[in-house]
């Protein structure tokens, strides 16, 4: 079993940033992919940013390529994205998401509200 816990929502202006931090827990050991997806309301959850552990390059969605980035910190076991010059169209419950040996773990999300 993996856990994901998500911090870092919260609402800010447009042009503003914000942080958010993924730790997870419990069997790492068979993560090979971790990533955060998006989920505004009336519409399906969607990839934000995804990053293989085995080296590929990380994919963003077209919509928040040149202002969100995806990063980790081996140590503390925690994966971070960083969003800039938000928009109100990023207004979205934001989930962490770990993939281990082909199982998908999320967690209970974070809420990010960009006001106009």
């Known amino acids: 079993q993996v856990q994901l816990v998500e911090s870092g929502g919260g609402l800010v202006q447009a042009g503003g940033s914000l942080r958010l931090s993924c730790t997870v827990s419990?069997?790492?050991?068979?993560?090979?992919?971790m990533g955060w997806y998006r989920q505004a309301p009336g519409k399906q959850r969607e990839l934000v940013a995804l990053?293989?552990?085995?080296?590929?390059?990380?994919i963003y969605a077209d919509s928040v390529k040149g202002r969100f980035t995806l990063s980790r910190d081996n140590a503390r076991n925690t994966v971070y994205l960083q969003m800039n010059s938000l928009k109100p169209e990023d207004t979205a419950i934001y989930y962490c998401?770990?993939?281990?040996w082909g199982d998908g773990y999320w967690g209970q999300g974070t809420r990010v509200t960009v006001s106009s």
């Open positions: 990053m293989s552990l085995l080296g590929s390059p990380i």
């Open positions: 998401n770990a993939n281990s």
């Open positions: 419990g069997n790492i050991n068979g993560i090979r992919a």
